[in-house]
Every structure is written in C-alpha cells, then in structure tokens.
C-alpha cells in the first residue's frame, strides 16, 4: 500500500502541473486575442480615413487625367510603369510614390502643389 501511495504523489503533482500550465496558456491565449481585437478594431477606424484619402488623390488624378484626354496605357507607357500601376493610384487601392507624383504632375502639365491642394480641398 505504501508503494502505491508513493507513486501516486508524483502522478498527482504532475497532473496538477499539468492543469496549472493549461490555465496559465489558456489566459495568455486570451490576453494575445483581446490584443489582437483590439488592433482590429482600432485598425479598422485608421483603415477608413486611409481609404478616405486615397480615393481623393484617385479621383484628382483621374480628373487630370481624363482633362488631359489621356488614357491610363498612354500615362503608364509616358511614365515606364504599367498601366495596372495607374489602374490602383486612381481607384485608390495604392498611392504613387514622390518621384511618380512629380512625374505625373509634369504630365498633366500642373505643378505638384496644385494636385496636393486639390487633394486636401477635396477633403475639407
């Protein structure tokens, strides 16, 4: 009878342990969720303004764009890019770079500013 009990002591520590392990993973699990919701969730409110500004500098490029009577294949082949580059900056999904935006801005014969200020008054 002693020898069972002094092989159960050990069983039941190791099981303890056990359990206290899965409670200690199981609350780190839930801090890195709410973490993560959180990000989401504050992400998803940055994401929207981001998308708000996008869309603007998209729809002043296209603006100039189509003023210009040029369709995206003739900006992308003038500028060494692809047209799908053009496609993104204008439906907003992308924003091109500094040195594109100066490109463009030469093209569509406007200086850099006036499509920066045409940017932030379509947001005012």
């Not at 899965?22 to 504050?42: H, N, P, Q, T």
């Amino acid at each position: 009878m002693e020898i069972a009990v002094f092989f159960m002591i050990p069983l039941v520590l190791l099981i303890l342990a056990a359990v206290v392990f899965c409670v200690v993973m199981f609350i780190k699990l839930m801090i890195l969720v709410f973490r993560a919701l959180k990000k989401y969730l504050d992400g998803d409110r940055q994401g929207k303004e981001e998308v708000i500004l996008r869309k603007s500098l998209g729809e002043v490029l296209k603006e100039r764009r189509v003023a210009c009577s040029m369709t995206q294949e003739f900006v992308a082949e003038a500028m060494g890019i692809s047209r799908q580059a053009v496609s993104k900056w204008e439906n907003g999904t992308a924003d091109p770079s500094t040195s594109n935006l100066l490109k463009l801005a030469k093209l569509y014969n406007v200086t850099p500013e006036e499509l920066i200020q045409a940017v932030q008054a379509g947001e005012e």
